[in-house]
Structures are given as structure tokens and as C-alpha cells.
């Protein structure tokens, strides 16, 4: 019998041939929106090294949703041309699927790429952000434009029309970006939304904003094709958003057809106070999988074939998510195969890469 880490996973239509996801992680190297070749590349390794699903970095539904002015987007021609250079390349040349998550940064937007210091934006570079209310994500930022019913709407009929540019651009799923702190988790945390309208107070009217944009892309893109979402699990601050209510948020996503959550974790304030460690987000991925009866995915500090069996194993989630791990090892899968005792299909240019490779099953691309 073979590891559950190599095992196929249904999800609707959609077929993944192992567990292994690559996390989408934000490169900063988009001009305009527009993906570059340096995305090709990226993500071609990721398909090349045999993970199961890879998930493109957050990209914008709207210019002003980006983090940076070198996040990528998906509400123009361009850049739906861009992606489906990408999505080809990873179909023709790998057994991997691909998603992309769709995302808003919200208050978090308007900013300097980590190696600029992450800190807002400025000058030409920099727009007006939006939030559930005007606080900004630190005192010396500058303050959001709280955001109308009117605003609202829009961001819920964006993330729609950038799912249609998805599915035509040929991409395997949609995730929907609710973690981090971005905006869909800036409206779900009491500690940032303080609105006192349809969208604020009680958890569910927090969840409302969410839920619509769930709704809508859930709606837009064909049946048999998963959307999904990823969720920070806790703010990691006293009286914030915590895994009571990640599971009953769970639950109403499971209800409208979500076919998995990824589970995260922090984000929203400065004042978290993470406890990390291996696995450390673990737990809150079993949790919800168990209570909301919904699929997830694992993710945070996830490094070693045995560890990720081991949470498979378990049943404390469905996939495993690995990001730092794969910039550092783009064939941690064939890695971990090896590890496992398993299989794992190959590139017929690489499959003599190793000897204990050779006479293991491999897809031959010319």
C-alpha cells in the first residue's frame, strides 16, 4: 500500500495526483499586474519537481487590491494572456494542476516589496487603500477609506469577473485569499472591522462580506471545477478572530459548496503573538476539518516526507502545503518519494537525474 502523501485527491472534477501543494507565495516581480516571465519560470520548477497543485501567488481582482505595485492581477486582457502562458507550460510539461488565489489586500495594500522594507508605498507607486473602517494597519500608515455598500458590491462583482478570466485562462481551481490580514480578513476579525452597519458586529454579519464573494465566484466558474479558500485560523490576539469562530465560518463555506479550506494562520495585527514550531497550524487545520466536516490543507513549518505522511495519516487534513520548503528544494517531491518508499511520475529529461529514479514510472513530454 502506498503513502497517503502520493495518494490521488478528487476534488470535484478535478483530479490532483498527489498531496503536495506549492502555497502561493508573493515573488513582487508583475508589471502593471501582468505576470512576466520570471512567473513562468517560478512556477514552471514547482510543475517540473512534481508537486500535485500549485497555486499562483495572490493576485489582485482590482489594481488598488494588489499589496505592491509588483503583485500581479487578473482584471485585464493582458494579464489573463500572461496566466494562460503559464497554465499551458505547467499542463504540457508536468502531471501538476494549477490554481490561482484571487485576492484583496484591503488595508494591507499600496506597498514596498519586503527587500524595500515593506512599509506603504509612496509618490506615483502609491493609491488610496480601503478597509471595513479607516484604521490603518500601523499608526504611521496611511489610513484606509472605509468602505461603502456601494464598494462592497464592486469587490464582490471583481472577484467574479476575475474568476471568469481564470477558468478562460485555463487554471484548475480557484482559491479565494481570506488570511493574512487582507481585506476578506480584515471584515471577518472584530479587531479591525468595527462597522456598525449589515457588515459589522455579530459574526455572522462579519462573515457576510466573505460569504458574497464566495457566492459570486462560486457561481461564475463551471460546476466540477473546486474553488477554495484560505483562511487565517486566529488572529493570535486576545479578543480577535479565533478557531471558534474559523469553524463555524467553515461550516457556512461548506454549505455554499466549498470544497476545502486552507488553513493558516496570523496576519492581521502587529500585536500577534505567534507560537511557532513544526506543525505549529497543524491543530487548526484538524479542527476545522473535524468540526466544520469540511477538507483541508496543512500548511506552516511542514519540512519532512515523514512529518507530512504522518499528518496525512492521521486524518488531520487532506494536503499538505509547502512554501519556504520548495524555494529552498523545487524536487522536494521527488525527495520525499524517495523517502516514502513510493513513486512518483518524472519528466523523461530527468528521470535518470538519480539512480534510484531509474525504472520508476515517469511522463514523457517532447
Not at 469587490?155 to 487554471?171: I, N, P, T
Not at 488553513?263 to 476539518?289: D, P, W
Amino acid at each position: 500500500m502506498g503513502s497517503r502523501l502520493f495518494a490521488p485527491l478528487a476534488l470535484r472534477d478535478l483530479t490532483v495526483s498527489n498531496r503536495i501543494t506549492v502555497a502561493p507565495m508573493c515573488m513582487y516581480h508583475a508589471t502593471d499586474g501582468v505576470p512576466s516571465q520570471f512567473h513562468l519560470v517560478h512556477l514552471g520548477q514547482f510543475a517540473i519537481g512534481g508537486a500535485g497543485l500549485i497555486i499562483a501567488e495572490a493576485t489582485g481582482v482590482l489594481p488598488e487590491g494588489r499589496i505592491t505595485p509588483g503583485c500581479p492581477g487578473l482584471w485585464s486582457e493582458a494579464q489573463e494572456a500572461a496566466w494562460a502562458n503559464v497554465v499551458d507550460f505547467v499542463h504540457a510539461e508536468s502531471a501538476a494542476k494549477i490554481g490561482i488565489q484571487l485576492a484583496h489586500a484591503g488595508r494591507k495594500a499600496s506597498t514596498l516589496p519586503p527587500w524595500e522594507g515593506s512599509g506603504p508605498a509612496q509618490g506615483a507607486d502609491a493609491w488610496q487603500t480601503v478597509g471595513p473602517a479607516d484604521v490603518p494597519y500601523l499608526p504611521t500608515w496611511p489610513a484606509p477609506r472605509a468602505m461603502t455598500e456601494a464598494d462592497i458590491a464592486q469587490v464582490v462583482a471583481a472577484f467574479a469577473r476575475a474568476a471568469q478570466r481564470a477558468v478562460r485562462a485555463g487554471f484548475d481551481l480557484v482559491e479565494i485569499h481570506a488570511a493574512h490580514g487582507y481585506l476578506l480578513h480584515q471584515f471577518l476579525s472584530p479587531l479591525t472591522n468595527t462597522r456598525r452597519d449589515g457588515y459589522g458586529g455579530s459574526l455572522e454579519a462579519r462573515m457576510r462580506f466573505p460569504l458574497e464573494v464566495f457566492r459570486a465566484v462560486r457561481a461564475t466558474v463551471p460546476e466540477g471545477m473546486p474553488v477554495i479558500l484560505r483562511l487565517s485560523a486566529t488572529d493570535w490576539v486576545a479578543g480577535g478572530w479565533d478557531v471558534n469562530e474559523a469553524v463555524a465560518f467553515s461550516a457556512a463555506l461548506r454549505d455554499l459548496g466549498c470544497d476545502l479550506i486552507d488553513v493558516s494562520s496570523g496576519g492581521l495585527s502587529n500585536e500577534q503573538k505567534i507560537v511557532t514550531g513544526a506543525g505549529y497550524q497543524v491543530a487548526f487545520a484538524h479542527r476545522i476539518r473535524t468540526e466544520a466536516r469540511i477538507s483541508t490543507m496543512a500548511v506552516g513549518q511542514i519540512t519532512d516526507p515523514v512529518q507530512a505522511e504522518t499528518i496525512l495519516a492521521s486524518q488531520q487534513a487532506d494536503m499538505i502545503a509547502l512554501a519556504r520548503g520548495v524555494l529552498w528544494n523545487p524536487h522536494w517531491p521527488w525527495h520525499a518519494a524517495l523517502a516514502l518508499g513510493d513513486e512518483i511520475s518524472l519528466h523523461a529529461s530527468y528521470a535518470r537525474s538519480h539512480p534510484a529514479m531509474r525504472g520508476k514510472p515517469f511522463i514523457v513530454r517532447k
